[in-house]
């Protein structure tokens, strides 16, 4: 079984910063795609980040050049670094990540993070 544990709730004004963090585990399994959606009051829940394990990224087009994704495979651990922030970044942030079965690769599983509160007060 494959867990997620991410980052708590923040709180940061207009133009501040804040880093989120979502640590992945699970016997048996390598973790791919890792990343973030955001999913705000009023409106579906969308892609923010993704990184693959060959380092390979992709940004939502509202989030490029303030926004930087990271992660640490000894660790399998993904960051999201976010500056510059907007009150439109104000959503639940959820942790996702695409597990691979390491004796059996053609299974894969997609996994959710329990979700972090992000508040930008303007």
């Known amino acids: 079984q494959v867990r997620l544990v991410d980052s708590g709730v923040d709180l940061v004004q207009a133009g501040g910063s804040l880093r989120l963090s979502c640590a992945a585990s699970?016997?048996?399994?390598?973790?791919?795609?890792m990343g973030w959606y955001r999913h705000a009051p009023g409106k579906q829940r969308d892609m923010v980040a993704l990184?693959?394990?060959?380092?390979?990224?992709n940004y939502a087009d509202s989030v490029k050049g303030r926004f930087t994704i990271s992660r640490d495979n000894a660790k399998n651990t993904v960051y999201l670094s976010m500056n510059s922030l907007k009150s439109e970044d104000t959503a639940v942030y959820y942790c996702?990540?695409?597990?691979?079965?390491?004796?059996?690769?053609?299974?894969?599983?997609?996994?959710w993070g329990q979700g972090t509160q992000v508040t930008v007060s303007s």
């Open positions: 996702y990540v695409i597990a691979q079965e390491i004796l059996r690769p053609q299974y894969q599983y997609q996994y």
């Open positions: 699970g016997s048996g399994f390598s973790f791919n795609t």
């Open positions: 990184i693959t394990s060959a380092d390979s990224t």
